[in-house]
């Protein structure tokens, strides 16, 4: 390909609102256009990097054994009644409009295919002997992101794999898993990614098992929490850590504190003289009406000063959905303003009282006074607040803190990081399949669900996170699998007959060869051009002007080090062919161990 002849439409500016570094090189490279917000276009050079990923996602799909169909975008909203899951999606499920009864209001964009498998399997997986099975597609998914953010990391349109296993019993259905496990880590090595598989949450799409294969960059918008000795690695939705040791000092008599218009954690420790992580804070939630009442479930939460609830913790005690009380609610509780509550007293006007285990465990601790501008000092769990009985429920409810240290008892500290997630797996169990009566007959003729899995990969965001893990403040650098092109070659004094003779040879013999090849052909200054070769990254660049070759040489560098070496024309094609297949054979990552 002539650089002339084609699009790549590179530019100096940096991007406005683009912060995250994949988004402003994705855009100065030329690679995508935004057409509107989560919405872009593929320029010619980003496609070939979009399609090569797609080209080892599908090659290890295949090599796992997967088998590929394809679903359409479009679905029956009927079908996701069938799950319950119109409501768990929210407006993340994209509905099309029509009048009543017209085809359009029935129908959605697709955001994930569980229900449409399904229904093959109902329909076609009717025996054991069928089992296992797991059927991928590659497809564009629609999502109503309410924050399309940082370019192609997270748009309202992309490009998945999705995979869904179908199997007897939990024993078939974790050999698989274990395969997909196997099959993301070669997937992630061979685009170049450095990946770190953590235990995850497994949110709307269910299950209980799942791991979340991410990159760790600022660029992400998830936290992981890493043990210091790699013992511990998961999401902070779901990561735990070990209980804080108790607290054994004698208990004290509660004392009350005057602290007049002091609310906030900060400001109530300065007046009394205490640190957050020696304060109990007390949420007031309210959840679903309990069956034949009016008013809404009132549950108090308490955890240490210095900690935060966690949504998803919270969500599997409770069991319901709950969401912080309004001020009103709060004052008829607790009988005091906002920013002055207290667990004592408070079990009889509550439904229910959801204690963090690390609460449970405090002496003398501080916290509000359920009368304004009042704290009290000295409040013991156990004494004051109930922590047994029918409304209570001592679990860990937090979020892990810097500091904390893993739970496999190694004493580790843990530490937070910032990560994308590119891919993630479930173990569905059988969700779908009951929700849906998909069944088959076992080996003794009965009916029983299927067990199911699910495995999605994102292939834009392998693009962007590649990126994120592989630039310079000049451009990308690219991992030889998913350059756009392999090879550049870059001619100086275009004009010079040699110099283009040289080059067009060696663009030939490299071609004819296999390798891609870019050949900037334009007509510009030699600053310029290096500059655009630096900012698309091409991973092998060969440069013909007309002094070297006068002097017998071309010139020839790997974008990631620059080091210039001289060799003939003839000698510079083989160079590059050995190159190019050693880094290839190293991003598949022979003998390379997960974790
Ligand atoms: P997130 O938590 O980032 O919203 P998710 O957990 O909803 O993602 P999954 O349903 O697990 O995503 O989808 C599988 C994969 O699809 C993700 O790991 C990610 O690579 C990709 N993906 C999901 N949502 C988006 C999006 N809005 N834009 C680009 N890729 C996405
Ligand atoms: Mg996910």
Redesign the pocket.
């Given at each position: 390909m002539r650089w002339s002849r084609y699009l790549i439409p590179t530019s100096k500016e940096i991007p406005k609102d683009a912060t995250a570094p994949s988004h402003i090189l994705m855009l100065r490279a030329g690679l995508i256009r935004q057409v509107a917000a989560?919405l872009y276009s593929y320029l010619p050079l980003g496609y070939r990097t979009l399609r090569k990923v797609e080209n080892i996602v599908r090659e290890e799909m295949n090599r796992a054994g997967a088998i590929e169909l394809h679903m359409p975008a479009l679905q029956p909203i009927s079908l996701w009644e069938s799950t319950g899951r119109v409501a768990a999606m929210g407006d993340v499920l994209l509905r099309l409009s029509g009048p009543p009864g017209d085809w359009r209001a029935g129908t959605v964009l697709g955001?994930?295919h569980e229900e449409v498998i399904t229904e093959i399997a109902r329909a076609y997986l009717t025996s054991y002997r069928q089992l296992p099975i797991n059927l991928y597609q590659i497809q564009t998914?629609f999502?109503g992101?309410a924050r399309?953010k940082s370019g192609?990391?997270?748009?309202?349109e992309?490009l998945?794999k999705?995979a869904y296993s179908f199997h007897a019993d939990a024993e078939s259905l974790d050999a698989e898993y274990r395969n997909m496990y196997e099959t993301y880590c070669r997937i992630s090595s061979r685009c170049g990614l450095p990946y770190l598989v953590v235990e995850a949450e497994s949110?709307a799409?269910g299950g209980d098992v799942s791991h979340?294969?991410m990159v760790l960059t600022d660029a992400g918008?998830?936290q992981v929490i890493l043990s210091e000795n790699g013992d511990y690695a998961a999401n902070l939705e779901r990561a735990t850590c070990a209980p804080l040791p108790a607290q054994t000092e004698p208990m004290h008599p509660i004392e009350e504190a005057y602290t007049p218009g002091h609310g906030r954690v900060e400001e109530v420790c300065a007046y009394l003289g205490t640190r957050p992580e020696q304060m109990i804070k007390t949420l007031i939630y309210v959840g679903p009406a309990p069956a034949e009442r009016k008013q809404p479930l009132r549950v108090v939460v308490l955890v240490r000063g210095n900690h935060d609830v966690n949504p998803s913790k919270l969500l599997r005690v409770a069991k319901v959905p709950l969401e912080l009380a309004d001020p009103q609610t709060i004052e008829e509780v607790t009988g005091a303003a906002v920013g002055f509550a207290g667990p004592q007293g408070l079990i009889d006007r509550v439904d229910l009282m959801i204690v963090d285990r690390d609460v449970a465990t405090m002496r003398n601790a501080a916290t509000g006074a359920n009368r304004t501008d009042y704290h009290v000092r000295n409040v013991n769990p156990g004494r004051d607040f109930p922590l047994h009985g029918e409304k209570v429920c001592v679990a860990d409810i937090r979020n892990v803190v810097p500091g904390d240290l893993s739970p496999t008892g190694s004493g580790a500290p843990l530490s937070l990081r910032t990560a994308i997630?590119?891919?993630?797996i479930f173990k569905l169990g059988a969700k779908y399949s009951t929700a849906m009566d998909a069944s088959f007959l076992d080996r003794s003729g009965q009916s029983r669900p299927f067990v199911m899995g699910c495995y999605?990969?994102?292939l834009?965001?392998?693009v962007a996170a590649a990126i994120e893990a592989h630039h310079d403040d000049r451009g990308i650098i690219w991992p030889m699998s998913i350059a756009p092109f392999q090879v550049l070659i870059l001619t100086l004094d275009t004009r010079d007959a040699q110099v283009m003779q040289t080059a067009d040879r060696l663009y030939d013999e490299l071609c004819a060869r296999g390798v891609e090849v870019l050949l900037d052909d334009r007509d510009e200054r030699a600053g310029f051009k290096f500059k655009d070769a630096d900012l698309v990254g091409i991973p092998l660049r060969i440069i013909v002007g007309r002094n070297s070759l006068a002097a017998g040489h071309v010139e020839f560098s790997h974008r990631r080090d620059d080091v210039k070496q001289r060799f003939s024309p003839e000698a510079v094609v083989p160079h590059a062919l050995s190159l190019l297949e050693q880094e290839l054979k190293l991003l598949s990552g022979a003998g390379k161990a997960c974790n």
């Open positions: 989560g955001p994930t998914k999502r992101e399309p192609v990391l997270r748009t309202r992309f998945m999705d949110g799409i979340e294969f918008e998830d997630e590119v891919g993630h999605g990969i994102g834009n965001r392998i």
